[in-house]
């Protein structure tokens, strides 16, 4: 048997080894079999070998029994037999006779930065092994610390002992690893990790897939059995481009939307209710699972694990699939320009900063008071590309907003002079983090058709929804933050006040095609104190009410896929809070039910119309009718679903006036008879009655640059639509070959732009700087 010395013994006894298979496990040596265990305490250790040899192990120092099989000439398969005080033996497999659970390649390829599907090799995965003596189930754990001295993983089933389970370092790669058998799904885990400053800290694993509940901070040793019911929806997707397609979200706050609900519960209450409205897709703030509710999921501990206050990774599945099945898109909100800051988390992870960028005038964000990656760092950048991808691919996910975009550009956000470090060149542009944005979009669209990222970004930065071969950040769509202000200060504006601020409504149009866009009107705009969106609007109830839902007739004709934040679509009129249920009784009251039920009316029209959206990025889906009317307080204009025009057709006026406007001529593309389709009135003060069904007759008199024109009544604070009349659509050849949306609705590609336009070589992917 060979010698071990004294200071391996010490090292391995004490925590302190890195490479505890060198001394642990089976060695063949000199034509003998040696088997080394690390027991403390033990009174008693055999092992029993599959030729059935049993060999008494002696103790050789610091709780390490070795023995050696007396004939053996090769390794072998056996079991641990082990006499505690208790008098009893207990057999148990034998972590440190197994292979690394991970290859050279994937091991280069996370140092790289280019391992796809990370999460398939770091973390936890339960796992099973053939043998002589038996097939063995159990757990790898793989985590990434390149500077620490040692490793180990504890937990559940050993005690939470620091020194019992030391993981091996896989060289270089900064890796470490260990197979445990016995160890299966729910085993709750951390791992000790002895950083470079010579402190063991205990962490939480930053690629699981599961974690405990606040204010626990375990890990979660989880395998899917999930089988999908959404094949439908998938096939359908991955041949439909959801750019030029329909696209009205509804935002959600899953832990507020009703209180007590888990993701099963929401797959039936949420899926109905979204259904009945009519959205094409829901939008979830963030779901990777955070220790701090009033966080929103924006301080996020773990980024793979969906929020276990809900249920499980496979509850949440259940409710994706039962969205999808309902003909629903997801988009998730995803967070890769900061995270939460504790210490049991990512935060100095082998001991000194890791994740976060080292030097603070770039790894810390003073507006949130939260870490920011160091997006330089190939691994990090890995690990935030795979988890973009984890929940595309793992959880069937359609799309992605991505937080913050803005804060990751500008190396000078929200900080003074001196406060922030310049890149390379001397300017604010944060290169490292244009190249993480674009790596994430374009592996995203390559290896998920017909998924969608959207950016939250607030500036005026070139390109955000532009190819990243031609220099773009290669996003799907951006919120339209210029046109949701703009929007927002003219409704805080009194009627009569309003003919002053008649640009804040059309300035939109100035910029409307140097991005794709998106309307928001989302969680940010109803919270600290900036009131409800009917609280927004002066007047009376009545007014309030009358003038949101013009606004929102307004949205949805608008260019631009829109988005309603929960509660606004019934207008709650107290402003949100996460710890609450929305005040659901509001629908009790004829009003606000009137809000509800126009807003599912333009989601019906919305998807029956191609004109509200296969064109939203292109200047021939639109034209104005009046943009000039500011004595009126309105607006006119049209939208097309062609760009030949020659197909679907809608005219919209909007009337935020304080006064009804009871013949007033709109100018018209087509001859014959127009049919109104939606009147947002009806349920007022005065009592205006809905014209909704009403026809009209086109005159041969042009106007507003039209050869037709017909006159309508458009009441007082209120939006109405007019499409030429269906008898007209049916008996016209290139209105008859317009298809009708499915319920799953996403159009085939037709005109295709920005990022979707080329495919996307990856290792082309560079910063624009």
Known sequence: MSVIPPSALWALSHGRHALPHDVLGAHLVDGALTVRVLRPLAEQVRVRFEDGEVVTLEHIGD???????????????YRVLTTWGDGVEHEADDPYRFAPTLGQVDQHLFNEGRHEQLWTVLGAHVRRYVGPLGDVEGTSFAVWAPRAKAVHVVGDFNGWDPVSHPMRSLGSSGVWELFVPGVGDGTTYKFAIRGADDVVRLKADPMARLAEIAPATGSVVTASE?????GGWMEHR????????????????????????????????????????????????????????????????SYYAPNARFGSPDDFRYLVDALHQAGIGVILDWVPGHFATDEWALPRFDGLPLYEHPDPRRGWQPDWGSFIFDFGRLEVRNFLVANALYWLEEFHIDGLRVDGVASMLYLDYSRRDGEWLPNVHGGRENLEAIGLLQEANATAYKRVPGVVTIAEESTSWPGVTEATTSGGLGFGLKWNMGWMNDALRYLAEDPINRQYHHNLLTFAMMYAYSENYLLPISHDEVVH???SMPRKIPGGDGDQLATLRAFYAYQWAFPGKQLLFMGCEFAQTSEWGEGRSLDWHLLDYPAHYRVHNLVKELNGLYREHPAFWALDSHPSGFEWLDADDNAGNTVSFLRFGTEDRSGDVVAAVINFGGSDRDDLRIGLPRPGRWRIVMDSSGFDEAGSPSQAGVVVDTEDVPWQGQPYSTRIRAARL???????????IETTPAAASEEEPEVLALEPTEVVTGPMAESLDVEQVTPKH
Do not use: C
Request: hydrophobic residues 35%.
């Open 718 to 728: 209120s939006g109405v639509y007019l499409v030429p009349d269906v008898e007209l």
């Open 238 to 301: 991955a041949t439909h481009n959801p750019h030029n397609g329909p696209m009205s979200i509804y935002e959600v706050h899953l832990g507020s939307w009703r209180q007590g609900m888990s993701y099963r519960d929401l797959a039936e209450h949420l899926v109905n209710y979204v259904r009945d409205l009519g959205f094409t897709h829901v939008e979830l703030l963030p779901v990777m699972d955070h220790p701090y509710p009033p966080s929103w999921g924006y301080h996020v501990t």
């Open 226 to 230: 999930y089988e999908w019911g959404d």
């Open 63 to 77: 709780g390490i029994f070795a023995g050696t099989h007396p004939s053996a000439d090769r390794t072998m398969d």
């Open 529 to 531: 104190g900036k009131g």
